[in-house]
């Protein structure tokens, strides 16, 4: 009886697997035919000022919340040791 069910989950995993598979090969499929074969850019100079301008505020935004959550985790870690020595008993 066992048997039987856990033939029937390896076959629907297969199953799901296979579909998968298949749809990631169609998907891979579909982007190279779809793809153009030589394509010619222009990048304007202007735009990579524009660009790095716009990075360089991410990237110190996401710095300073860095920096600003970080004395929480520090606290939250002291307080996990304290914590973990109290329960120890190695006060």
């Known amino acids: 009886m066992r048997h ?3 033939m029937k989950v390896f076959q629907k995993l297969q199953r799901e697997r296979t579909s998968f598979l298949y749809q990631a090969f169609l998907c891979a499929a579909v982007t190279a035919v779809m ?6 850019a222009y990048i304007d100079p202007g ?18 919340v860095f920096f600003y959550f970080l004395r ?3 606290q939250y870690f002291t307080n996990a040791k304290q ?8 006060e």
Do not use: C, E
């Open 83 to 90: 914590n973990l020595l109290k329960w120890f008993g190695r």
């Open 47 to 64: 735009t990579t000022g524009m660009l790095s301008q716009v990075l360089y505020v991410l990237f110190y935004g996401a710095l300073g």
């Open 72 to 74: 929480y985790i520090k």
């Open 35 to 40: 793809t153009p074969v030589d394509a010619a």
């Open 4 to 6: 039987k069910r856990l």
